[in-house]
């Protein structure tokens, strides 16, 4: 079996419906074909400030919610970062064969920090995708599904594994990214032209996971729309009807046009009650999984525990492969 590493930062109490359909349900349906990582980015969460009581339990949630919406952890490896030093480690080697100048252009770093400033953005948001790199590298990866947004740090990981190869001898897979279609990205309800995200600083668009089902159901009546009244797939000129038909297809496993026709001649009102039904039904069973999982912490606890240890097998033999690559006395 080829081998799979996707991750998540623990940045909510909840994920977000992009998160679910950008990435879960994709993972899901992977899980059987691939040997498959999963992880937690804890030590990517904390590149920007986090309350440490708040951290652990968004950790335990994303995890549960990982599971809840089906990943399973006696099947693919289901992890936090963070409980494999292996991660760090390799991060800091990898750190000393990446440009300055390379990492300065990674576009997602260059937005962050110039909306955070300079002196408030850390260094650690600078060499996030260099630790990226180190998660998937370590894995021997083959493939990593992420959405269109992570491409960039993809390719990253794919030059730095080149760039090691050929400085120290063949030690990583070069691993290929599986980019989410367009089709898989989801916008704001508020903002259909901003993508929807964990760190919005409104929630009036965003359908969190675990929010109470009447509450998923007023923000999907309250989506902005337009004043053309017809239910159309138009991106550039219909952004807010256009991303809800993204998510009624998505969900549904129907086609666009199919939903359109069902549609057609009827008002929005019709449109988003129907959505509603359909995003509320989804959840809600993942929502009611997600909060029994995290009822009892030391079970989950202890499920990750022994993951951790599985991803430490693979991790362990890869980083101390590089350490001998590299020149490090092998402690005696
Ligand atoms: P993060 O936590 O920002 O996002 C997790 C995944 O969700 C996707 N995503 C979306 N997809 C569709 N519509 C949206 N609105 C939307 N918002 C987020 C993201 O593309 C991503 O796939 N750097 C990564 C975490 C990471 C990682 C890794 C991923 C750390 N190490 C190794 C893969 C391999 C991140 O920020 O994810």
């Known amino acids: 079996k080829q081998r ?3 991750g998540m930062q623990p940045s909510a109490d909840s994920l977000q419906i992009g ?3 950008g990435a879960l349900l994709q993972w899901r349906g992977m899980q059987d074909e691939y040997d498959a990582f999963f992880s937690v980015v804890d030590l990517h969460a904390i590149t920007v400030p986090q309350d440490p009581a708040q951290l652990r339990e968004k950790t ?3 995890a549960a919610q990982y599971i809840a919406a089906g990943i399973e952890p006696s099947r693919s490896t289901l992890y936090v970062q963070s409980h494999v030093h292996a991660h760090a480690e390799l991060a800091w080697i990898l750190s000393t064969i990446t440009g300055f100048g390379e990492a300065g252009r990674m576009t997602q770093f260059k937005d962050k920090s110039q909306k955070q400033g300079a002196d408030a953005t850390s260094v650690g948001l600078f060499t996030y995708p260099v630790l990226m790199a180190a998660d998937i590298l370590l894995y021997q990866t083959d493939v990593v599904p992420v959405g269109d ?3 960039q740090h993809v390719e990253l990981t794919r030059d730095l594994a080149e760039r090691f190869n050929s400085r120290f001898g063949d030690t990583f897979t070069v691993p290929n990214p599986v980019i989410q279609s367009e089709t898989a990205r989801i916008y704001d309800l508020q903002e259909p032209t901003s993508k929807m995200s964990k760190s919005a600083e409104s929630h009036a668009g965003v359908l969190w996971l675990l929010d109470e089902p009447s509450i998923t159901a007023k ?3 309250r989506a902005v729309t337009d004043s053309e009244g017809s239910v159309r797939y138009d991106r ?5 009807v256009s991303n809800l038909l993204t998510i009624y297809s998505a969900i549904t496993g129907r086609p666009v046009a199919e939903i359109e026709d069902e549609y057609a001649g009827r008002g929005y009102g019709d449109f988003k009650k129907g959505l509603r039904d359909v995003v509320v039904a989804e959840f809600e069973p993942v929502r009611a999984r997600a909060l029994e999982l995290l009822a009892d912490p030391a079970e989950l606890d202890r499920v990750l525990a022994a993951n ?3 991803a430490a097998e693979v991790a362990d033999a890869t980083l101390a492969a590089v350490y ?3 020149g490090l006395l092998r402690r005696g």
């Open 4 to 6: 799979l590493y996707s």
């Open 19 to 21: 998160n679910y359909i």
């Open 60 to 62: 335990r949630r994303t």
């Open 149 to 151: 947004d992570q491409k």
């Open 219 to 221: 923000k999907i009546m």
């Open 236 to 240: 550039a000129a219909k952004p807010g």
């Open 308 to 310: 951790a240890d599985r």
């Open 324 to 326: 001998e690559r590299v």
